[in-house]
């Protein structure tokens, strides 16, 4: 197998500021890149930071004028970027996961499974293709997702070889969802991806450690429980191991 690397970016994001929160992406994805991730997966709503008040009106889509940064920026790196947006749709408001791809295509992956009080502001979405990194299969995951068995099953029958889930967990929440995604690594004999929120967003803590599992369940690496910080998975032949980047600012 050919080496290959992901990473998991623990961002922090100012609820609405989406210019800063892009600046914050492009920043962390570069750092990425730098360490040769092919991939690299934000928090859940990371581009407007979480809060289950979000309106139609804070909707993005993907032609938005402020994303042209990691449009570009993907296509100058090739590297695939998913980072959490709200998106509007004739049947509500959606959490969704925005995809910018090194060919410059844009797409979107949309949360299936609502998390508890998020029903009175978002509607569940039908999901999205599985992402293709060299000879990986991602499945992609927000948050409450990975709380339903068979959502991991449907992205291993759909050819994953990847979990990512985009997350924003709180300290109280972290040993239930944690023990989860190990499951699911265990289970599907899968790499799985989480990124968590590294400080609150709007009135919602986060418990921040972002992380890495192996197909055997090994937690490989996992981020502290404050803070912008990058793990990065890397794959040399055929084993993967993780570590954790300290982010400039």
Not at 111 to 128: N, T, V
Not at 140 to 155: G, N, V, Y
Not at 179 to 187: E, G, M, Q, S
Request: with cysteine; aromatic share 4%; glycine share 10%.
């Amino acid at each position: 197998m050919p080496d290959l690397a992901l990473a998991v970016a623990q961002s922090i994001a100012t609820l609405r500021d989406v210019r800063g929160n892009v600046g914050r992406h492009v920043r962390l994805t570069s750092q990425a890149a730098d360490h040769g991730a092919r991939l690299v997966l934000f928090p859940e709503l990371s581009l407007t930071g979480y809060d289950q008040n979000l309106k139609p009106a804070d909707a993005l889509v993907t032609s938005d004028a402020r994303l042209q940064p990691l449009r570009n920026l993907a296509r100058a790196r090739a590297i695939v970027v998913v980072a959490g947006a709200p998106f509007a749709a004739p049947s509500g408001l959606h959490i969704a996961a925005i995809v910018f791809a090194p060919d410059g295509t844009v797409g979107a992956y949309v949360k299936q499974h609502l998390g508890a009080g998020e029903e009175a502001a978002f509607a569940p979405g039908r999901g999205g293709t599985p992402l293709t990194i060299d000879d990986q299969t991602v499945g992609l995951a927000i948050c409450a997702d990975i709380s339903h068995p068979e959502h991991a099953r449907a992205a291993v029958k759909r050819g994953a070889t990847v979990y990512a889930a985009s997350c924003l967990i709180s300290e109280e929440g972290y040993a239930a969802d944690a023990a989860l995604l190990r499951r699911h690594a265990i289970d599907h004999q899968i790499l799985v991806l989480m990124a968590n929120h590294g400080g609150p967003s709007g009135e919602w803590p986060s418990a921040g450690r972002s992380a890495i599992w192996s197909a055997t369940g090994e937690l490989l690496a996992s981020a502290p429980a404050t803070g912008e910080a990058l793990v990065v998975a890397k794959r040399n032949r055929g084993r993967w191991t993780a570590r954790v980047v300290q982010c400039a600012a």
